[in-house]
């Protein structure tokens, strides 16, 4: 059961978060509570659609957080009315329609540059061995759908809804939305029901098909419990939360058998940490993780 969040809790984590870290111009990077770093799409007068500086901050920023001992895990949010529209078509239009090239296949060569930096964007995410909570309201569009799929754990609000939006616009998503959203809700049907009729899904049949865990009344409710979930993460030995999300990505691409190998080959090193005799001792004395101090990975 979750522990029932104040108002005032609230505004007190607000305030921390304006102690801002690094600068981007599409994000907004704060650090609300130890060891959890927040990351907000940050382009609310343009619903949060992904232009140009999107697509490269975005990997500048995640490959930061991936080495910074001082973040355990990740909350990340849209600023303003909603969570993101998708791609800033306007913004990105001569990437595709006006690509560099003196023949087809250097122009194809090209544009498939392009593809596999816009997939660098997310699979960043995935990569990123710290776990990514993210917090979705309202409208989450194409790219958006790319986004949170790349995540670890997926909660949204009552009023939010999602869009595989891009044969709508004439082309096939090609940025992770078809090679993940498979593997999250594991109806195959219901994939391609979304892929092919761009209908929009709502946040009861999101819950019900596993696309998200939790629904909450509104984005207030909704943060607040991110971060509360983040810091009961964070609280645990960064060793084991790390390994644990490194070998789960593994596991998902893998046999059984040959993710067993890897959880075994991870953890004849991993083990030899003073985190496991720390963890046990607080467990024998009926203390919390949050009694202990880890070292930073």
């Known amino acids: 059961m979750w522990p029932l969040v104040t108002r005032s809790a609230v505004r007190t984590v607000r305030c921390c978060a304006l102690r801002a870290m690094s600068t981007y111009s599409s994000l907004l990077l704060s650090r609300p509570t130890d060891c959890v770093t927040h990351v907000e799409l940050n382009r609310p007068e343009k619903r949060n659609a992904m232009n140009r500086a999107f697509w490269s901050e975005m990997v500048?920023?995640?490959?930061?957080?991936?080495?910074?001992?001082?973040?355990?895990?990740?909350?990340?949010?849209?600023?303003?009315?909603?969570?993101?529209?998708?791609?800033?078509?306007?913004?990105?239009?001569?990437?595709?329609?006006?690509?560099?090239?003196?023949?087809?296949?250097?122009?194809?060569?090209?544009?498939?540059?392009?593809?596999?930096?816009?997939?660098?964007?997310?699979?960043?995410?995935?990569?990123?061995?710290?776990?990514?909570?993210?917090?979705?309201?309202?409208?989450?569009?194409?790219?958006?759908?790319?986004l949170i799929t790349a995540c670890d754990i997926r909660l949204c609000t009552q009023d939010a809804w999602f869009q595989v939006k891009e044969v709508d616009i004439g082309l096939a998503a090609d940025v992770g939305t078809l090679q993940r959203l498979p593997k999250v809700i594991g109806s195959r049907s219901l994939v391609n029901e979304l892929a092919l009729t761009a209908r929009k899904m709502y946040a009861d049949e999101a819950r019900s098909c596993g696309l998200v865990s939790r629904v909450f009344v509104d984005k207030e409710a909704m943060m607040a419990a991110a971060l509360e979930m983040a810091a009961e993460i964070a609280a645990r030995s960064p060793v084991a939360v790390q390994g644990t999300k490194v070998n789960l990505v593994y596991s998902r691409d893998h046999s059984v058998q040959e993710g067993l190998d890897y959880m075994a080959a991870w953890n004849m090193s991993m083990l030899q940490t003073q985190d496991v005799m720390k963890s046990a001792q607080a467990s024998m004395e009926k203390k919390g993780p949050q009694s202990i101090t880890f070292s930073k990975l």
């Open 60 to 146: 500048s920023c995640f490959s930061e957080i991936a080495e910074d001992p001082d973040c355990r895990v990740v909350v990340v949010s849209g600023a303003g009315k909603l969570f993101t529209a998708g791609i800033d078509l306007m913004d990105m239009a001569s990437d595709v329609l006006q690509p560099e090239g003196d023949d087809t296949a250097r122009i194809s060569w090209n544009i498939r540059k392009i593809i596999s930096k816009y997939q660098d964007t997310f699979t960043v995410i995935e990569k990123c061995p710290k776990p990514v909570i993210v917090a979705v309201h309202g409208a989450c569009v194409g790219g958006g759908v790319d």
